[in-house]
Antibody, heavy 120, light 110 residues
């Protein structure tokens, strides 16, 4: 069974940092790109970042570029999202999701999400 | 990258059909056949329904279908059931090699 489990969310003050983790199981992790998507409670889904299967290629939404960093450890079957210089508007549930296939593939499996709250 | 445009809400009675539109640009929906549709119930993670414009994901009822014309993709749900009441989101691959979502559509089954 494919599973993605996020962790690392929590409460942080503006300007602070957090590292989110996404632990994968049930599939050959090294084959798949992984994305992060966030959702402000009660609002829509917003794409945040993605990383390719070997970790060499990454991409970010303009709203997080320069502040967030995505990485992966294929030996640990885990993707990370480092969140720096956090802003109140970064408050959201962060989901990791697997791309169905490399490149333009849409998202087939999702984690349960981890809540990040940025507030003073 | 601007979000794709979806109607905020649609509604229909049980047994009826509804269609949700998803309008993008020539840099996303209009350029690629990589449009995906998701269903999300309150407090739950999104669930893949349709991928690559019109392919149904495993286990998805054949009451759900997808299509595309120009810069607009559409999700049609036929034979509406109470359990279909949820939020629906489209997404598309973009020319920037990123992904973009629509703003979401709340489906109410009357």
């Amino acid at each position: 069974e494919v599973q993605l489990v996020e962790s690392g969310g929590g409460f942080v003050q503006p300007g602070g940092s957090l590292r989110l983790s996404c632990a994968a199981s049930g599939f050959t992790f090294t084959y798949y790109w992984v994305h992060w998507v966030r959702q402000v409670p009660g609002k829509g889904l917003v794409w945040v970042s993605r990383i390719n299967s070997d970790g060499i290629s990454t991409s970010y939404a303009d709203s997080v570029k320069g502040r967030f960093t995505i990485s992966r450890d294929n030996a640990k079957k885990t993707v990370y999202l480092q969140l720096n210089s956090l802003r109140v508007e970064d408050t959201a549930v962060y989901y990791c999701t697997r791309a169905q296939y490399s490149g333009p593939g849409g998202f087939d499996y999702w984690g349960q999400g981890t809540l990040v709250t940025v507030s003073s | 990258q601007s979000a794709l445009t979806q109607p905020a809400s649609v509604s229909g009675s049980p047994g009826q059909s509804i269609t949700i539109s998803c309008t993008g640009t020539s840099n996303d929906v209009g350029r690629y056949n990589y449009v995906t549709w998701f269903q999300q119930h309150p407090g739950k993670a999104p669930r893949l329904m349709i991928y690559d414009v019109s392919d149904r994901w495993s286990g998805v009822s054949n009451r759900f279908s997808g299509s595309k014309s120009g810069n607009t993709a559409s999700l049609t749900i036929s034979g509406l059931q109470a359990e279909d009441e949820a939020d629906y989101y489209c997404s598309s691959y973009t020319s920037n090699t990123t992904q973009v979502f629509g703003g979401g559509t709340k489906l109410t089954v009357l």
